[in-house]
């Protein structure tokens, strides 16, 4: 009887420990969820019709996928071990080509989502996207205080 009540309570512990491990986890990232949110965010801050957004959004979108890859190409070459003075200006010189190429990217997509929608909008949209950024760090923020306050959970033992 004690063996069974043994493998009851064992089997009751490994059982508890994945669910609670579950619960202090953090929801994986989304990205078509935070391209949804953000789209309904600038959509309704910039005062977008649906018919406005269902031109502008797959150009803004286009811009942004370009904008990400050269990020990436950014975050590569800062994570590169450079030891001669050389290698750091050259890879100074590469990063500032890849800014000036954000940039010029920007500045073209701009101009295209200018042609389908007011330039107001599309200024709109610029500081619409501002706004959604902010929101969503604070929101982090929020979410790590709150998880910093909640006091430290005791696992069975």
């Known amino acids: 009887m ?3 009540t043994s493998i009851i309570i064992v089997l009751t512990l490994l ?5 609670t491990a579950q619960e202090n986890r953090r929801p994986r990232f989304n990205p078509e969820e935070f391209n949804m949110k953000m789209q309904a965010f600038i959509a309704q801050k910039a005062c977008l019709t649906p018919e406005e957004s ?8 286009k811009m942004k996928e370009k904008q990400r890859e050269l ?27 890849l800014h000036e190429q954000f940039a010029k ?6 101009k295209k989502m200018c042609k389908v929608i007011p330039a107001k909008k599309v200024y709109n949209i610029m500081l619409a996207e501002d706004a959604f950024h902010r929101e969503m760090l604070q929101h982090a923020n929020r979410d790590r205080k709150d998880k ?10």
Do not use: G, M, W
């Open 2 to 4: 004690k063996r069974i």
């Open 71 to 97: 990020k990436h190409q950014e975050i590569k070459l800062k994570k590169q071990c450079l030891s001669s003075e050389k290698e750091c200006l050259n890879t100074l010189d590469r990063i500032v080509d």
């Open 148 to 157: 910093d306050r909640q006091p430290p959970q005791h696992r069975p033992r």
């Open 54 to 61: 269902e031109k502008v959004f797959p150009i803004y979108l």
């Open 15 to 19: 059982l508890a420990v994945p669910a």
């Open 105 to 110: 990217i920007e500045e073209n997509y701009y």
